[in-house]
C-alpha cells in the first residue's frame, strides 16, 4: 500500500500506521508543528462525489440513496472541476469554434459569441453550485488518522496544484504520538450513527430533553416553584415546533433557555434579586439532576466484563456515561452562572 501511495503522488512523511490500544491510527514520526501538511496528495489518488455526478454504479446502489450521499465520507466545499477540467473544456470550445468556421462556414462573430456564453454559464454555474453543495471524499491514508473533537484541523483543496492537504491548526504532535484531526464538531449521536464510536469527554457532546415544557416544570416544582397552570397548547416551548431542548457541557443553549426562562416565568415564590434567566438556570440545572436520575447508574462496566461483551453493548454504555457526564456539566455550569449577576 505503501508502494502505491507513493506511485499515486501521495505525501505523509511524518505519518505511519500503528496500533493504539486495538484501534489503528497514524503515528508521527517526528515532531509535528502546528500548520504543518500532515497528509498531501492529488485529487486523482482520491474517490470523489462531486454535485454534478450520477450514480456510477446503479445495480450495486440506486441514484437516490447515492444523491443521498454517503455521510461518513469526509466532505467539503465543492471547490469547482480543477483547472485541467476547465482547460480540456476551453480546448474543446477552441476546436468546436474553428470547425464550425472552416468546415461549416459559421460566421466567426456568431461562433465567438456561442463560446464566450458557453464558458460564462459554465464559471457562473459552478460558482453557483461551490456556494450551496459539498463534494464527498474517500481520502486515503487522511482516512487512516484517527479523531479527537479538541483538535482543530483543516482540510483544504488547492486549486492549482488539483491536491488536497490536510493540516492541524491547533497542536503539535510530538514523534511517536497519535496524530488525530477532527471530523467536525459533532456530538456522540453522530459520531455513534456515522462513525460508530462514541468519543469521551467530547466537547460537542449534548443532551437533548425530549418535551422540555413538561419537564422544566416537573423540575421547578421540584425545588418548591409555584408555576401558573398552563392551558393546555398554550406553553411558550409546546407551541413551538421542536419541543425538545438541549443541554451542553456549558449549560442549555440559546433556544433552550429562553424556553424555560418563558415557562418558569410565573414561578413564585420570586426570590428577591434573581433575575428571571438566574431563576431559569437553577430550574435547568434541577432538571439536570432529574435526567440523571432517569438515566440511573452509568458508570462503565468493569473487571473482565467489557472483553465479554458485545461492541454494541460497550459503545450503548460508554453513550450513556458520556451522556451523564454532559448533564453533570450542565448542571454546574448552571448553578455557576445563576450565581453571576449577568448570567
Ligand atoms: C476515517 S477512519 C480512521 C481510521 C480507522 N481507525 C482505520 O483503522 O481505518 C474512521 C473510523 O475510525 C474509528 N475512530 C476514529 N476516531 C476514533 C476515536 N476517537 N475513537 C474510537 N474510534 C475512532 C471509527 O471506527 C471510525 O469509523
Redesign the pocket.
Same mark, same amino acid.
Given at each position: 500500500m505503501e508502494v502505491w501511495a507513493v506511485e499515486a503522488g501521495i505525501s505523509a512523511p511524518h505519518l505511519r500506521v500503528a496500533d493504539f490500544g486495538g484501534? $489503528?491510527?497514524?503515528a508521527a514520526t517526528a515532531d509535528i508543528e502546528a500548520g504543518e501538511p500532515l497528509v498531501s496528495l492529488p485529487i486523482g489518488a482520491a474517490l470523489l462525489v462531486t454535485p454534478k455526478q450520477r450514480c456510477p454504479f446503479p445495480d450495486f446502489c440506486s441514484p437516490a440513496f447515492y444523491a443521498s450521499k454517503p455521510c $461518513?465520507a469526509?466532505s467539503g466545499p465543492y471547490g469547482g472541476p480543477p483547472w485541467r477540467s476547465r482547460a480540456k473544456l476551453a480546448a474543446a470550445l477552441v476546436a468546436g469554434g474553428v470547425g464550425s468556421v472552416t468546415a461549416l462556414h459559421v460566421p466567426l462573430e456568431q461562433v465567438l459569441n456561442g463560446a464566450v456564453a458557453a464558458a460564462l454559464f459554465n464559471l457562473i454555474y459552478d460558482y453557483l453550485l461551490s456556494q450551496r453543495v459539498k463534494w464527498y471524499s474517500m481520502v486515503p491514508w !487522511?482516512? !487512516?488518522?484517527?479523531? $479527537?473533537g479538541t483538535v482543530e484541523s483543516t482540510v483544504e483543496y488547492e486549486y492549482f496544484r488539483d491536491r488536497f492537504v490536510a493540516s492541524t491548526t491547533s497542536r503539535r504532535f510530538r514523534k511517536g504520538e497519535q496524530v488525530?484531526i477532527s471530523?467536525g464538531p459533532q456530538s456522540n449521536d453522530s !459520531?455513534l450513527q456515522?462513525?460508530?464510536?462514541?468519543?469521551a469527554g467530547n466537547p460537542h457532546d449534548a443532551y437533548r430533553v425530549p418535551d422540555l415544557a413538561a419537564r422544566a416544570r416537573a423540575a421547578a416544582a421540584s425545588m418548591g416553584l409555584k408555576l401558573q397552570a398552563a392551558p393546555s397548547g398554550a406553553s411558550s416551548i409546546g407551541s413551538a415546533p421542536d419541543t425538545a431542548g438541549t443541554l451542553t457541557r456549558g449549560g442549555p443553549d440559546e433556544h433552550t433557555l429562553a424556553a424555560i426562562t418563558a415557562e418558569v416565568a410565573s414561578a413564585r415564590p420570586s426570590a428577591d434579586g434573581v433575575t428571571a434567566v438566574q431563576r431559569a438556570l437553577e430550574v435547568a440545572a434541577a432538571l439536570c439532576d432529574a435526567e440523571l436520575d432517569v438515566l440511573g447508574p452509568v458508570d462503565r462496566p468493569r473487571g473482565a466484563a467489557p472483553q465479554l461483551q458485545s461492541a454494541r453493548a460497550a459503545a450503548a454504555a460508554a453513550f450513556r456515561h458520556e451522556k451523564a457526564a454532559v448533564l453533570q456539566d450542565c448542571a454546574r455550569a448552571c448553578r455557576q452562572r445563576a450565581k453571576r449577576k449577568t448570567p
Open positions: 484501534l $489503528r491510527g497514524m $461518513r469526509f !487522511l482516512d !487512516l488518522i484517527n479523531h $479527537r488525530l471530523y !459520531l456515522f462513525y460508530g464510536f462514541v468519543e
